[in-house]
């Protein structure tokens, strides 16, 4: 059976935007790959060296993976620093990982540029914290936006580069995973762009999001003052509206307001009215649950514990073949 790896990063709440992109695809994919997800909170220190909940964001972003479905008994879900082995290989690809390359990487510029009293060596390295991430399992798949294509690349580098090095065909080539399906986008609110692009603002629903809040959201979506002619093409914040009805909303409900759009008879406010209900129903159940697996401590830990024991079993083995392929031995 193939492996698939994804490192989350454990930033922000879940948003529909996640949920209809990578997400339920992990939630399939579970079941035809052998899959590694883990929480990527060594990362997070390249960023917020001293974080303040890290504990709690973790927690908080493993219960909201289980209740959007991701089964702990299937997957190996884990914490990535309860596999300190990932660091020990950091470290050897670090060795044969060069300033040059490091540098060009559009990911450490971008970053250069957000946090210039920051840059410490860790965003140097992340391209290779990430390669040892993947390579440790041997992952045949890592699912990447496009944001992500270099760091995945830089990944086929260095594991080739270890295989050249050490003259041992070790590290295979992990390559993009594409889903299968076309990947719905989810637009946010404001009338442009797409969810999630601007944290914790109002344009973006998460499926931690009370029915109060989702009202609220909804009734501030941007609109216009309504079509003129009938068979008007709709501008990007309606048809936006649209797109999002499409996700949540019964087949004919869209018709209906497809229809009355088309004539011109539309009234936005029954629109929102209608988008914000399907909203709460397709979140309430979302929500609940997180909420459920949070308060559930017990199970936390032991799914973080499974989660570990299974990571580490592969981490540990790689670790030990790779000291060994290097040459450190028992003298
Ligand atoms: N860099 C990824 C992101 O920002 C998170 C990540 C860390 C990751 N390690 C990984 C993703 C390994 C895939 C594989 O989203």
Known sequence: ????????????????????????????????????????DYHSLTTHPTPDHLQDNVRSVLAQYLAAGLDPEKATLYIQSDVPE?????LYLNMNAYMGELERCTAFKDKVRQQPDNINAGLLTYPTLMAADILIHKADFVPVGKDQE???????????RFNRMYKHDYFPEPQAFNFGRELVKIPALNGAGKMGKSEGDDSTIFLTDTPKQIEKKVKRAV????????????????????????????????EYFREKYNDCSIRYGDLKKQLAEDMITFVNPFRERIEEIIADEAYLRRVAEMGKEKAKASASKTIREVREIIGFKPL
């Not at 990932?86 to 950091?90: G, H, K």
């Not at 990944?155 to 080739?160: A, D, E, H, K, V």
């Not at 079509?227 to 409900?253: A, G, H, R, W, Y």
């Open 1 to 40: 059976m193939k492996t698939v790896l994804s490192g989350i990063r454990p930033t922000g709440n879940l948003h529909l935007g996640n949920y209809f992109g990578a997400l339920r695809n992990f939630v399939e994919m579970q079941h035809e790959y052998n899959c590694y997800f883990f929480i990527a």
């Open 223 to 254: 609109t216009d003052a309504g079509p003129t002619e009938p068979n008007s093409v709709m501008p990007e914040p309606i048809d936006n509206l649209f797109q999002l009805m499409n996700v949540v909303s019964k087949p004919e409900t869209v």
């Open 150 to 160: 270099q760091h995945l690349e830089m990944t086929r580098t260095f594991g080739n």
């Open 86 to 90: 990932v660091i020990e290989l950091y």
